[in-house]
């Protein structure tokens, strides 16, 4: 009896768990759509229309936010007032069809990795290997790696297989950093490379890279440091940098979740699920930061319904009765949801105050592995609750949330700005060496990747124009 009682508490758990991170992974009118779809499939779910705090449940005035939550808990400019906030306050309020959804701005517009990746490179190749380029391009899996091999292609172009290798050496070293390889080894050396060019990279993280993956996976770092003649803390460190700096799925990594391979893809969003701005419109005040929620009512578990489970009896209570237990899973994990939610945006403005009050060459690097250990939560948590999401910037600017960990951001402004500023077009060598003056230490190749991302051309073509 006892085990079945722990079996039966460890489903709920388990359920708990994966309904919770399956809300954190939506946007808000994703979220809406499941509400509705519980709310049309469980009768023991309601929500009471009325504009109410998604929060504290406390009644809205007819415009205007939760006086109670919105309320700063202190003076201290750092702390944000962080509150969830009904989506009629800032969208208006209407009732969508199947047939609205292809001509509202619900969906983003996309960009495939393909595409992604092949503009960053473009003016680095040649045309031959542009078609080159393409084709490997569009034989990647949902990692990033390679489902075919060089040999079968250099085949098919009647070329060496050292030429299809210069094309892929491209392609690697293009966003996300080891997209195109052959496996998570291949992938993670080619960051490992890259990072390496600035002096991150400690004594012994190739090697174990290379040759030892299988131990560091199980986390078997005293046989690490028998193999290589260290000690057992330092593998831990060198553990801890390849677990914050290398992603051996690169493909998973591109503008969304890295356990959510269907995230490949960068969007353009009209309508942001969090808004952040200040204090009375004051730069020198506290932040405040509304996260949107679908509905401005109360969802809970009908207490129609609860009357209704007292009077029947038999399979029909059962059945009910399941209903009710469902209904209140659900409203648990939405809030469970909200409260994470809550937690991360809190902890990132925190951490790019800069970035948002000051302009994008402030931006903090920051990885969502960082953000994990601080908040005490998986890693995956973190991706779930960033994917496919969008922030409103205190400038009304609307950016991926993903943004807030682009590592490049502030080196890319900066070479916009030098270019921008440039009498003369500069080769990539010169604003590698002004980026250098700046504390941003890049390979030139890495600018001319940059340049590539910001549509900027060559030194070259820009003296022709």
């Known amino acids: 009896m006892i085990y079945q009682r722990q079996v039966l508490k460890q489903s709920h758990t388990t359920a708990h768990l994966a309904q919770t991170m399956t809300l954190l992974s939506l946007n808000t009118f994703e979220l809406k759509q499941q509400i509705d779809s519980e709310l049309a499939s469980n009768p023991a779910l309601e929500i009471v229309e009325e504009r109410r705090c998604p929060h504290c449940h406390r009644v809205l005035p007819p415009d205007g936010i939760c006086p109670l939550c919105s309320r700063p ?17 800032f969208f208006p309020k209407r009732d969508y069809t199947d047939q609205d959804y292809p001509d509202e701005p619900i969906s983003p517009v996309t960009e495939d990795l393909t595409t992604y990746v092949l503009r960053q490179i473009a003016t680095e190749l040649t045309k031959d290997q542009q078609l080159i380029a393409v084709h490997l391009l569009t034989n990647l899996d949902d990692d990033g790696f390679l489902a075919v091999s060089l040999m079968e292609i250099a085949r098919y172009f009647h070329i060496p297989v050292s030429e299809v290798e210069d094309v892929q050496r491209v392609i690697q070293l293009a966003e996300p950093i080891g997209v195109g390889s052959t496996g998570p080894n291949q992938a993670m050396k080619i960051q490992l490379e890259v990072l390496s060019e600035a002096g991150l990279v400690p004594e012994y993280a190739d090697e174990i890279v290379e040759g030892h993956l299988d131990y560091l996976s199980r986390r078997q770092y005293a046989e690490i440091a028998k193999i290589l003649g260290i000690g057992v803390q330092r593998v831990e460190r060198i553990a801890e940098f390849i677990s914050e700096n290398l992603n051996p799925f690169p493909g998973r ?4 979740s890295v356990r959510n391979p269907s ?3 960068t969007s353009v969003y009209q309508q942001p699920d969090v808004i952040i701005g200040f204090m009375n419109d004051d730069p020198k005040s506290q932040m405040v930061v509304e996260i ?6 109360i969802l809970q578990v009908s207490s129609l319904y609860k009357k209704a489970i007292k009077e029947s009896e038999g399979e029909s209570k059962d059945a009910m009765r399941g209903d009710m237990d469902r209904a209140s899973l659900f409203v648990k994990c939405l809030q469970q949801r909200n409260h994470t939610m809550q937690r991360l945006m809190t902890l990132l403005v925190v951490t790019q105050r800069a970035y948002l009050t000051k302009g994008e060459e402030f931006l903090e690097p920051i990885t969502r592995a960082s953000l994990a250990e601080e908040l005490g939560v998986h890693e995956s948590t973190i991706s779930r609750a960033v994917s496919g999401k969008s922030v409103q910037l205190p400038n009304r600017k609307i950016v991926p949330m993903a943004a807030f960990f682009d590592r490049s951001l502030s080196a890319r402004t900066i070479l916009r700005e030098i270019i921008s500023t440039e009498t003369k077009p500069l080769s990539d060598t010169e604003i590698q060496k002004r980026l250098d003056e700046r504390g941003i230490r890049v390979a030139r190749r890495t600018v001319a990747k940059y340049r590539a991302i910001e549509g900027i051309l060559p030194a070259h073509l820009r003296q022709s124009l």
């Open 73 to 89: 808990n202190t003076n201290d400019p750092t702390e944000p007032v962080v509150y969830i906030s009904p989506m009629d306050d």
């Open 292 to 297: 949107i929620m679908p509905f401005g009512g």
């Open 263 to 265: 995230s490949q893809e």
């Open 253 to 256: 990594s591109h503008w969304g």
